[in-house]
């Protein structure tokens, strides 16, 4: 038996250098990695390329690392609910990949599988395929990094043809993944949201370093509700289940509604 456990957060993103990629789970807020985040902050790893599907906000998920300017590059699809995300682009000190958010999902997905490249539709016709997304700005507003012009090719799809923009997977140096519960082994089990993209960034990190909140021998998870199996993790670190954790926006209903 392999025992992928490690003694602290700390210790297992250690090996995280200057200019390394990342692809970090969350959605939104719920299932960000906050313990492994808040290691490589202290750790102070910088010039970071880093996949995920939002930044996280300004004092809490991805939005710390940002606030400190440890991250040179974004690959995500949502980029609302931080300021400093924005102030940062806009001043270009920040490289943005803007990308579709179910196309980052695949391209995750696909990097973690071993395949180069998909064709989807998402994206035809307009600067996604096109090109001339702003990457980088320079500081007087100008454009200095544009997005390139993608492949387009057409297939034949239920007897119609249909145009397909290429996108390439994505593979990273590490992955860093919140879960709800794991084995010593490396098996993980999600909860609700937190699976959104906790898994497809796990399978693409070259090295996925989970935290989860329990901690269970191997056996003890039920081999049917395994949500990522423990081929995709290579270190596991317990954090507690009172570990913080955040929403965006707190909505309730009136009262009497």
């Given at each position: 038996m392999i025992d992928k456990q490690w003694e602290s957060a700390r210790a297992a993103v250690s090996d995280i250098q200057d200019g390394a990629s990342l692809a970090v789970g969350g959605f939104g807020l719920s299932g960000n990695p906050i313990a492994l985040i808040e290691a490589l902050l202290a750790q102070g790893t910088k010039d970071l390329s880093v996949v995920s599907n939002n930044?996280?906000?300004?004092?809490?998920?991805?939005?710390?690392?940002?606030?400190?300017?440890r991250i040179r590059k974004m690959t995500s699809s949502y980029v609302g609910e931080n300021k400093e995300f924005e102030r940062q682009f806009l001043s270009g000190e920040l490289e943005l990949e803007l990308t579709p958010q179910g196309t980052l999902a695949e391209k995750l997905r696909a990097g973690g599988s071993g395949i180069a490249a998909f064709f989807t539709q998402t994206g035809v016709g307009?600067?996604?395929?096109?090109?001339?997304?702003?990457?980088?700005?320079?500081?007087?507003?100008?454009?200095?990094?544009a997005s390139p012009v993608k492949d387009v090719r057409t297939f034949a799809v239920n007897g119609q043809s249909r145009e397909f923009v290429l996108e390439e997977a994505i593979a990273t140096d590490f992955s860093l993944v919140h879960?709800?519960?794991g084995d010593r082994q490396g098996n993980l089990v999600f909860n609700k949201a937190a699976r959104n993209f906790n898994p497809l960034a796990a399978m693409a990190g070259r090295i996925c370093i989970a935290q989860v909140e329990e901690l269970v021998e191997p056996g003890e998870l039920d081999p049917e509700s395994i949500h990522l199996p423990g081929v995709f993790v290579h270190r596991i670190v317990e954090v507690g289940t009172d570990i913080p954790k955040r929403i965006e926006r707190r909505t309730v209903a009136a009262e009497g509604a």
């Open positions: 930044c996280g906000v300004d004092d809490w998920g991805l939005g710390v690392l940002l606030a400190a300017q307009t600067q996604v395929a096109e090109g001339g997304l702003p990457r980088r700005y320079n500081a007087d507003g100008t454009i200095a990094v879960a709800a519960r």
